[in-house]
């Protein structure tokens, strides 16, 4: 079960307490590390303008705004919430610029030798095109605070997640966005 603290820092994911600033760090780490392992060279800023991560490939750079949600529901509930500071995408080219969403899933597993639970760790990546999300939200300027629904798919073939996002009544299928390699970035 999840168990937001008083002081507003921290999550309890089954026992295992996970302060907010690390994972937003490690969702950014996470980020350039997919994008390193697809060719692109990173920086990270001296100072937050809302641009976590500039990539570049050839000669071509990329602007993104990386954010990292944990489950906000009851433990496993497939509900996911992250504020967006909209100006970041007003003031930043929507060609190149796009909103990471790191979906960082906390789960028990069983160990190799079943001597208990130990904790695992995945993530997916979500890459939003700025323009895409600014016209999803509706809205330019100020913070807006977006929801990512996930369920759990399973046919014969297959064994996926589906994302939604929803932001001020309007929903947008995130199956599209989501990467496992950052190539399509360049499209």
Known sequence: MTDQSDAGDEWDYAGSRVDRRFLGEAGEYLTAGKLLMNGFNIFKGA????????????????????????????????????????STFSRHDPEIT????????????????NEGQHTKYSEDFLVVPAKTLVDTVGATNGRS??????????DSHTTDYIYKMVASGNELILDDYLFDEFAQVEQ
């Open 47 to 86: 100072v937050d303008d809302g641009i976590d991560l500039v990539a570049f490939r050839g000669e071509k750079f990329y602007k993104f705004q990386v954010k990292t949600c944990q489950d906000v529901g009851e433990f496993d509930s497939g509900i996911f919430m992250a504020s967006i500071n909209l």
């Open 98 to 113: 796009f909103c990471v969403f790191v979906i960082h899933y906390l789960s028990q597993s069983r160990s190799v030798d």
């Open 145 to 154: 605070t977006v929801k990512i629904f996930s369920s759990y798919a399973n």
